[in-house]
C-alpha cells in the first residue's frame, strides 16, 4: 500500500501545539501510523502513555489535598483514557496531520479514536524527547486546561451510579433500579447481567461484569449514554 501524500503545514502545527520542535524528524514520525512504515509512532506511543499519566497524575495530586486514592484514580483513568485523548487530538486537529496509508484513510483512519490517541501519545512523546519535562508538562496542560476544572469533569470522573441517581433527583424522577436479569459461569467465575430502569423513563441500560456491582456500574453507564448527560 501506498502511503498518501500528506503535506504538512509546519507552522500551523506548531501553532496548534503550542510548541515548536527542534528535531521535526520526531513530529513526522509520531505522526507516522504502524501501516506506513516500520519506522512507526508506536515506540513513542509507549513512552508518552506514561508522561501523559505522570503528568496528569500530578496535576491532580497537587489540585488536591484530600481526594483520596480512588477519586484521584478515577479522574486520572477518565483524563487518559482513549475517548477523552481522541476528543484531545481532534481539538488540536491532529486528524489532518497524520500519515497514513491511503486505505487506512479511505477506511475512515483519520477519525478512529485508537488511532488518534495513540498519536496523541506519541506526540506527548516527541514533546518530552524535544524539549523536556516541564515543556511537555506545560503543553498537556494547556491542551487539558477545560477539562481539569468545573462541573463538566467533576461530573464526568464520578462513579456511573453516582451521576446517574444525582441526574435523576434533579430532574424529579425516582431513583433507578437495578436488577438482575441473569447469572452465568462456575462459582468461582460467575458473570451477573444486569437490567437499569428508571420509572417513566423508556431507556433500558444494561452491563455485565463478574460482581454485581461492576455489573451494575456498566448497566449505568449505558443509560447515561443514552441519555446524552456525559
Not at 481526594?67 to 487530538?89: F, M, P
Request: charged share 25%.
Amino acid at each position: 500500500m501506498n502511503k498518501a501524500e500528506k503535506p504538512i503545514d509546519l507552522d500551523e502545527l506548531f501553532h496548534v501545539l503550542s510548541y515548536t520542535f527542534i528535531d521535526i524528524s520526531l513530529l513526522q514520525l509520531a505522526l507516522t501510523h504502524r501501516s506506513v512504515s516500520q519506522y512507526n509512532n508506536e515506540r513513542l506511543e509507549l513512552l508518552g502513555d506514561a508522561v501523559l499519566s505522570f503528568v496528569i497524575t500530578d496535576a491532580l495530586y497537587k489540585a488536591s489535598s484530600s481526594t483520596d486514592e480512588g477519586e484521584l484514580s478515577r479522574q486520572r483513568s477518565y483524563l487518559v483514557c482513549e475517548k477523552t485523548l481522541s476528543r484531545v487530538a481532534q481539538e488540536l486537529t491532529i486528524p489532518s496531520y497524520l500519515i497514513l496509508t491511503t486505505s487506512e484513510i479511505k477506511t475512515g483512519g483519520q477519525m478512529r479514536p485508537s488511532i488518534l490517541s495513540d498519536a496523541l501519545e506519541a506526540i506527548i512523546a516527541a514533546i518530552y524527547l524535544d524539549g523536556g519535562i516541564e515543556v511537555c508538562r506545560s503543553c498537556v496542560l494547556k491542551w487539558y486546561a477545560s477539562r481539569l476544572t468545573g462541573d463538566l469533569f467533576q461530573m464526568a470522573t464520578k462513579d456511573p451510579k453516582t451521576q446517574l441517581q444525582e441526574y435523576t433527583q434533579a430532574h424529579s424522577h425516582v431513583l433507578p433500579c437495578y436488577e438482575i436479569i441473569e447469572v452465568c459461569g462456575k462459582q468461582h467465575h460467575k458473570k451477573f447481567h444486569v437490567r437499569c430502569t428508571i420509572s417513566g423513563i423508556s431507556f433500558v441500560g444494561e452491563g455485565s461484569g463478574h460482581s454485581r456491582r461492576e455489573a451494575e456500574k456498566e448497566a449505568a453507564q449505558h443509560y447515561l449514554e443514552q441519555l446524552k448527560i456525559r
